[in-house]
């Protein structure tokens, strides 16, 4: 079991609640923590939206938490916030980054009579250099049982984790979220029925935008939108046009 008392500050969960009867929970990705996601929670409380954030398990504390989890634990999460919400909020959406789109494509498909709508930024269904990973993992599990992110440079190093994100990866895990997008995302999606928005940077250097084409073309939802940015920021909640963004995400919001 996980020790709840190594969260960091920054990456605990929060709750910004409003007088409405919309609740949109924001779903972190792999590694990453609550605040990832904390402008967009803001812009979405500033236009009297009641946002939840929950903590994935073992996430926002270190690395040998995340270790001690599955995905089925990441999953549950999320679950646990859609069961409480849905007996209280009219209208639920759910907004994934990353491994969150993913986590809320599958709770989509299995939940669809409480959600309202999705949106996923930067969803994971192929990475780059994804075949250099498959060969190298089994080593790195064997050898060293964890991963250092390359791209987190030394400088950026205390930064990065203080806001509860890993730069140190277990290799179990990463097993695990393969484990989740061959089980469960690619043989879910024909499930989705919600309507849904698809954001994906067309230069992101981490997941290939072929996943948020491959997700748009096997959704089973009668209203769909795929936005490609012309941008490399894997984080399209980090990019530039950050302001386009939220205000396509609050048009989504409002039309349904």
Not at 52 to 58: D, E, S, T
Request: aromatic fraction near 14%; glycine fraction near 6%; include cysteine.
């Amino acid at each position: 079991m996980e020790d709840l008392s190594k969260i960091r500050e920054r990456g605990k969960p929060y709750f910004y609640e409003a007088d409405s009867e919309t609740l949109v929970i924001l779903i972190h990705g792999f590694t990453g923590s609550p605040d990832d996601m904390k402008e967009l929670a803001k812009y979405l409380f500033s236009h009297s939206i009641s946002v939840k954030v929950p903590r994935l398990a073992g996430h926002a504390s270190y690395w040998t938490e995340l270790e001690k989890t599955s995905f089925y634990d990441w999953w549950k999460s999320v679950e646990d916030e859609v069961i409480e919400a849905s007996e209280k909020y009219q209208k639920i959406f759910l907004i994934g980054y990353s491994f969150g789109g993913n986590l809320a494509l599958d709770l989509a498909a299995r939940y669809g009579d409480k959600i309202t709508g999705v949106v996923t930024l930067g969803a994971s269904i192929f990475l780059r250099k994804e075949i250099m990973i498959r060969i190298f993992l089994p080593f790195f599990h064997y050898l060293f049982k964890k991963y250092r992110k390359r791209y987190i440079s030394n400088e950026n190093l205390f930064e990065y984790e203080d806001s509860g994100c890993y730069a140190c990866v277990p290799t179990k895990s990463i097993y695990d979220f393969y484990k989740f997008i061959k089980m469960f995302t690619k043989r879910e999606l024909h499930k989705v029925k919600v309507p849904t928005l698809i954001i994906h940077s067309q230069d992101d250097a981490i997941t290939h935008p072929l996943s948020s084409q491959f997700i748009f073309d096997r959704i089973g939802s009668a209203k769909k939108e795929l936005v490609m940015l012309d941008e490399l920021n894997h984080n399209p909640l980090a990019s530039k046009r950050r302001d386009m963004i939220f205000g396509r995400i609050i048009r989504f919001i409002n039309s349904l």
